[in-house]
């Protein structure tokens, strides 16, 4: 069965970076782009942008350019989230998705609490 | 970017009553690219809908998806004790990819 199993909770200070891993198990992990969402406490979903496996292409949300790096590594099936120069705006939930075309983000990462405070 | 506005922002119903979510894109959406998600207290969101109308894997058929081009609506036939959540809708096919801001289901 598919899985994503993210890595677990960060606490970081104000302009600091945090990369957020995302482990995929049950699939082929080139033939699914990875997409990143975040959802800030008592808030609604916030798309990031995607990384594709198989050529390591990105497209990133423009909120986040200039701020965020996706990338993969395929000999772990691992995706990665790195984000920089945090705010507490950064406050959230992150989670990694499995992009497809039919059915758009269908299995999500249990999610990666990251709280932002001096 | 595509704006979903979602109605109304809570809803109160007893359980057996029925549920009309809506949701409003600010453009033309593809309804090969729309869905819906339920998400509970503490958890992640769960697929119910895409290609507006196709249930995801195990959802049972009291959920129902309709709709095209700005106008979605997804439809609980009759509620049951756990459908009491928050559900967003969310569209695909155009980057930046988007969601609601959510529907509240609350028991009455």
């Known amino acids: 069965q598919v899985q994503l199993v993210q890595s677990g909770a960060e606490v970081k200070k104000p302009g600091a970076s945090v990369k957020v891993s995302c482990k995929a198990s049950g699939y082929t992990f080139i033939d699914y782009y990875m997409h990143w969402v975040r959802q800030a406490p008592g808030q609604g979903f916030e798309w990031m942008g995607w990384?594709?496996?198989?050529?390591?292409?990105?497209n990133y949300a423009q909120k986040f350019q200039g701020r965020v790096t996706m990338t993969r590594d395929t000999s772990l099936s691992t995706a990665y989230m790195e984000l920089n120069r945090l705010t507490s705006d950064d406050t959230a939930v992150y989670y990694c998705?499995?992009?497809?075309?039919?059915?758009?983000?269908?299995?999500w990462g249990q999610g990666t609490p990251v709280t932002v405070s001096s | 970017e595509i704006v979903l506005t979602q109605s109304p922002g809570t809803l109160s119903l007893s359980p057996g009553e029925r549920a009309t979510l809506s949701c409003r894109a600010s453009?033309?959406?593809?309804?090969?690219?729309f869905g819906w998600y339920q998400q509970k207290p503490g958890q992640g969101p769960r697929l119910l809908i895409y290609?507006?109308?196709s249930r995801a894997t195990g959802i049972p058929d009291r959920f129902s998806g309709s709709g095209s081009g700005t106008d979605f609506t997804l439809t609980i036939s009759r509620l049951e004790p756990e459908d009491f959540a928050v559900y967003y809708c969310?569209?695909?096919?155009?980057?930046?990819?988007?969601f609601g801001g959510g529907t509240k289901v609350e028991i009455k």
């Open positions: 990384v594709i496996p198989n050529s390591g292409g990105t």
């Open positions: 998705a499995r992009g497809e075309v039919v059915t758009g983000l269908e299995y």
């Open positions: 969310h569209q695909y096919g155009s980057s930046p990819l988007t």
């Open positions: 453009q033309s959406v593809s309804s090969s690219y």
């Open positions: 290609g507006a109308s």
